[in-house]
């Protein structure tokens, strides 16, 4: 862990759970990382509490992913400010839980700013800047095992996810010559998010998922965000283009 001393990461979505649990790996391992989130910095507040340790590292400004001027801003900002950057990590996203009768048009416009023109942003212009500034970088998509696998409740977010697949392999072949590394991790079941607060009221629906998972696990963000330091490590120098699926076999099975 000692190679991420001093190096400068960007993460999107950056105040959900597995943004924060990748924000605290990094910070614990001695990277300077900037967060990046929809909440303005008082509501933001309680959410990085416990990263206020690292408070010297950790910077947290304020983000709209799906804004292309904003996200160009706010990594103008952060070249300025640190000099350059050398992790980014797309984790921004939203999903709406609706089958195609009942999703409007206006969720699935959302839906996809976000998670897929959002994904394109965030990485696209930190690219540029490692370009710029000369570094071979590496970046990681948060995608999911949902982007290969029909669910009929989630046709956006199904649907978006397959998209940033494609976003990873066409940026990680372009930025091959600059050394800069393009990979996608891919979760199944992680206790994050809406599944976490679903799973907290609902300890039965908890159960029927783990027991779907071959290897009978349900992932947490911290296990996430382990993944992800490493494959922007030197351990992984070698692989770009790539989709990391740790989603415990489900996608072995028929959907």
């Known amino acids: 862990m000692q190679e991420f001393k001093d190096k400068v990461v960007v993460i999107s979505g950056a105040l ?34 416990h990263l206020e340790k690292y408070q010297s590292n950790a910077e947290y ?33 939203r999903v709406t839980i609706k089958n195609f009768q009942t999703l409007t048009a206006e969720e699935w416009s959302l839906e996809m700013r976000v998670n897929l023109d959002g994904a394109f942003y965030f990485a ?9 500034k000369s570094v071979k970088g590496s970046i990681i ?27 990873n392999q066409t940026m990680a072949l372009e ?3 600059f050394g800069i590394r393009v990979n996608e991790i891919a979760p199944g079941y992680v206790n994050a998010g809406l599944s976490k607060s679903v799973w907290a009221e609902l300890p039965e629906q908890r159960s029927v998922a ?13 296990d996430v965000a382990v993944q992800v330091a490493w494959l922007t490590s030197a351990q992984c120098q070698h692989v770009t283009g790539s989709s990391f699926l740790m989603d415990g076999g489900l996608s072995l099975l028929r959907p």
């Open 16 to 49: 959900g759970d597995i943004g924060l649990a990748i924000a605290s790996n990094y910070l614990e391992a001695g990277a300077i990382v900037i967060l990046g989130d929809l909440l303005p910095g008082d509501a933001a507040r309680n959410k990085l509490l």
């Open 61 to 93: 400004k304020q983000l709209d992913v799906s804004d292309h001027k904003q996200v160009e801003s706010w990594m103008q900002y952060v070249e300025e400010k640190y000099g350059k950057i050398d992790y980014c990590i797309a984790n921004a996203a």
């Open 124 to 132: 696209n212009f930190a690219a540029k800047s490692m370009v710029r």
């Open 141 to 167: 998509f948060l995608g999911s095992w949902a982007a290969h696998a029909v669910h009929q409740s989630l046709p956006a977010y199904s649907v978006s996810k397959a998209a940033v697949r494609m976003i």
């Open 175 to 177: 930025y091959a010559q």
């Open 210 to 222: 783990q027991n779907k998972v071959p290897l009978a696990q349900i992932m947490e963000a911290e």
